[in-house]
């Protein structure tokens, strides 16, 4: 059984960092997409962030560039989200998620409904 536990969020002021991570299990595949996505209340779910197993190539939309870096350690199956500079607007729930689809891996797509492994979630919230 695929499982992905999510950790490492929490409270924090504008300006500041957090760093999530997201340890996989039961996962045997050898050619992956990994992403991060959000929601904030009210609103649908963003990709926020894809990395392929490909090359390790990468992949954020405009809104976080700059100020989150996706990672992948291998020896301890887990990715990580490192968030720099926290805006408000960035409070949601994150959610990592993982996808076997050659098009999500080739193409570092970021449609949810391309991630068949989906980790429960962490609590991220930026005050201002």
């Known amino acids: 059984e695929v499982q992905l536990v999510e950790s490492g969020g929490g409270l924090v002021q504008a300006g500041g960092s957090l760093r999530l991570s997201c340890v996989i299990s039961?996962?045997?595949?050898?050619?992956?997409?990994l992403g991060w996505f959000r929601q904030a209340p009210g609103k649908g779910r963003e990709g926020v962030s894809v990395l392929s197993s490909d090359d390790g190539s990468t992949y954020y939309p405009p809104s976080v560039t700059g100020r989150f870096t996706i990672s992948f350690d291998n020896a301890k199956n887990t990715v990580y989200l490192q968030m720099n500079n926290l805006e408000p607007n960035d409070t949601a729930v994150y959610y990592c998620a993982a996808s076997t689809n050659p098009l999500s891996r080739l193409w570092l797509d970021l449609r949810d409904t391309e991630y068949a492994y989906w980790g429960q979630g962490t609590q991220v919230t930026v005050s201002s």
């Open positions: 039961g996962f045997t595949f050898d050619e992956y997409a």
